[in-house]
């Protein structure tokens, strides 16, 4: 069975076939390096990082560029007078590029800590000015874009008068039809120098007060924000490459004129497929900054958040957004974490201990109906994956499975119900699937359960302390963990568990 994925451009489930395998390109926008990441963002770095790794475990050669936007990204869709980096740099009293490394480290801090790969390449705005620059030259040269006092914009309408013959309109990604877009415009900055409202910046003249500026054929500026995904995709992964991905929200307008910037360009789509996930909510409401909603990583890691009751592990959050499929809608909520932190306790008890058992891949099996069923939850796997990356089914069945696991463990069911031979498949299927494709043992396993077993040993001390009513002791245990940073949680059922920050 071979890999199906939803492409947006089609509105389709497609099988993938790489262009050229087994190589298989693939773009994802990056973030905007003008503040620190929050949840939203976690979303599409989690669900592309898996989407790297599970084509990776099907054999392609997977170049995975992800960029980081450190110039460009106009404060608001549509707004074109400022660029977030400048005026975030007046703001914070920094360099423009002070700020961005600032914000880089603060990301790939946040990266690190969801165990998410790095990027084959992670090349820059700034970085690629020069390619930008010739690639806007191009588009002026074949009558797609025009200057106006120092800036360059690209002209939609032409495009998609001249394009919709080919089979190439303008909105085919997003399905928005021209005239809406022009009718939903707002009166916007500089609007004057465009022919068309629906026309989008290339390049921007900077004003005298603009710190972040290039020189360019058309004057000092700056490059707007859809031209540097264009330039450097092209640039790392040619003129049609596999897969484009990115957040839900950036189809229009970020990728319909990547579209168009690159199609002026090669007279084809960018790319084959282009996967987007849908957004997280907050308690049933859109994030942002009306709402007071916005979590950032870091709050979310150690719960500093209003919204918060409490810490989420890094992983938990992992694990709560592959609990989802990655186009369906994924609302936040304390309740939800914490019943995904404890479903991934559950999940890690079991394969712990299964890792490390031997099984006698001769033995065979007394209970033939749960080897049978055994056997085909573990072949499931691949295929809810090839059936569009559903994380969510795959994730289903390795908790049945891990229920099975614990019976075995706690000697509910003899080890040898279920046959050698698929005992030692799930062996070897939950590992490549919980720690190579999930990506779910990151900073848990770094050391290899010995730190789990300390504070377990502190956990069962404190709880023998408040049994003989020793509660300096109890107390003492519980608030120099606490100072080092490891929260202890009593349960309900009388457990304790712990968050590390
Ligand atoms: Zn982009």
Known sequence: MSLKVYNSLTRK????????????????CGP???GESHLGHARPFITFDVVYRYL?????????????????????????AEDKISKKAVLEKLEPMELVQKYTNLYHWAMARFNNLQPSIEPTATGHIVEQIEMIKKIIADGYAYEANGSVYFDVEKYNTDFSKKGLPYGML???????????????DNQEEK??????????????????????PWGEGFPGWHIECSAMSNKYLGDQFDIHGGGMDLQFPHHECEI???????????????????MITINGKKMGKSYNNVIKLSELFEGTHPILTQAYHPMTVRFFILQSHYRGTLDFSNEALQASEK????????????????FDAQAIASDKTLDEKTATQIREFDEFMNDDLNTAK??????????????????????NAIGGATLQLLQQQMKIYIEDIFGLTGERRADDGKLDGVLQLLIEIRKEAKQRKDFMTSDKIRNELAALGVQLKDEKDGGVSYTIQ
Not at 175 to 183: F, H, I
Not at 267 to 274: D, G, I, L
């Open 343 to 358: 479903a991934l306790r559950r999940l890690w008890e079991a394969y712990e201990w299964l890792v490390k058992q031997n």
């Open 174 to 188: 997003s399905g928005r039809v021209l005239d809406d877009q022009m009718d939903t415009t707002r009166e916007l």
């Open 13 to 28: 489930k497609e099988v993938f076939e790489a262009i050229n395998p087994p190589y298989v390109g693939m773009y994802v």
């Open 56 to 80: 990776m475990y099907l054999g392609y050669k997977v170049r995975y560029v992800r960029n980081i936007t450190d110039a460009g990204h106009f404060e608001e869709e549509g707004r074109e």
């Open 32 to 34: 905007t390096v003008s």
């Open 260 to 278: 168009a910037q690159s199609t002026v360009c090669n007279h084809k789509t960018p790319a084959r497929y282009w996967l987007h996930n849908n």
């Open 394 to 415: 795959v994730l289903a069945n390795m908790f049945e499975l891990s229920s099975v696991i614990n019976s075995i463990k706690d000697k509910h069911i003899a080890v």
């Open 195 to 216: 022919r068309n409202k629906s026309d989008f910046a290339l390049w921007k003249n900077a004003p005298p007060e603009h710190i972040m500026r290039w020189q360019s």
